[in-house]
């Protein structure tokens, strides 16, 4: 991991530059320190890839008690056996935590349960007629509003409440709120989310925090640049064990290859075109994702360097964007701005889950 870390703080110099935090989150900032004591619940979202890179700084002083909780959102993105482990790291600081992927309705389902008897207890009383306030606050772009939403959604549902849905614009990219808006989530008694703008403090001192937020999103990318953000998840990936998993899928192609010719007796540029077509158009299997993890598997399995050793790694990953390049089919005129195109089609993979699940962060008593 050493070369990987080297890489890490060399982007991490970039920090000095800043650039994320202007007027705006600043004002966010203190609008939402005048509402924390007087909400009922606060969630503190962070993001289950880096649970302790994507802490709200602002909170750290913050007594641990029932009324904060951190919620480990993008679980479906995160190496899910650390999920407990994290959870188990935080018992122990005294803090209450939640693993839970803001698209997927079961999840919400029960964090909304969870979160509407946290109410309950706190309130300590069974005449039900009374609102509660739960906000939520984080960095930008850990999936607040997404999961002000699904909360939104669910809790309507389940109370059977009509009327028409509201809807925290959702992005992608990071800053995308700006003000703090209020969702019911239940009824009897009623219970509001408060979504609130991301914020991140003005300085980042620490390089590989700084990398990390890039990598997961936090901070714009043109902020960074998306070839060093890129470069940067190749080194995890070439020293993770995740491409692995793609040597049968190399395996199948070139079986596959082989028989389709001898039985049909196509030509390698008809078969490529057959393949295509036969491939579901599904975003999770496409032909694209498809050719991306062979060459990936491909690349780090025939290297004879070493990975641990800087220079290694960066002919690893030279040759990588050179591969890339076909598999995402950009035309090799482009040159320098081809090594661009392959960085945010490789960076919006990895973003969406299609390149393996990591964990960035290490629990710290593996360090
Ligand atoms: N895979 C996955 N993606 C998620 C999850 N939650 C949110 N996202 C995605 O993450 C991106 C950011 O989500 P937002 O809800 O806009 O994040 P935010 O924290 O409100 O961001 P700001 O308003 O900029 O602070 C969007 O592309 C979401 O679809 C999740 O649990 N899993
Ligand atoms: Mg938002």
Known sequence: MAATAKLARQIG?????????????????????????????????????????????????????????????????????????????????????????????????????FLLARVRELKRTNDFNYTAVIMLIGIPNVGKSALANSLHQIGRISAAEKGKLKHAIVSPNPGETKDISSLKIGSHPNVYVLDTPGVLPPKILDTEIYSKLALTGSIRDCLVGEREIAQYFLALLNSSDEYKKWAKLSMNVNDRTFLDLKVEGLSSCELDKKQKRQYPTDHTQDFMVHDVRRTLFETISSFDGNVQVGEDLSRLIETQFTSLREAFQIPVELDEEAQNKAATKLLNLYRTGRLGHYTLDSLPWHT
């Open 13 to 113: 110099a970039l920090a000095t530059r800043g650039g994320w935090y202007g007027p705006h989150m600043a004002a966010a900032s203190r609008a939402i320190a005048e509402r924390l004591p007087l909400v009922d619940l606060v969630l503190e979202i962070r993001d289950a890839r880096i649970p302790l890179s994507s802490e709200y700084e602002q909170l750290r002083n913050y007594p641990s008690s029932s009324r904060r909780i951190i919620v480990m959102n993008k679980m479906d993105l995160a190496n899910r056996s650390q999920i407990k482990e994290w959870k188990r790291y935080f018992e122990q600081q005294n803090c209450i935590s939640y693993g839970v992927n803001s698209h997927n309705k079961e999840n919400i389902k029960e964090l909304l349960n």
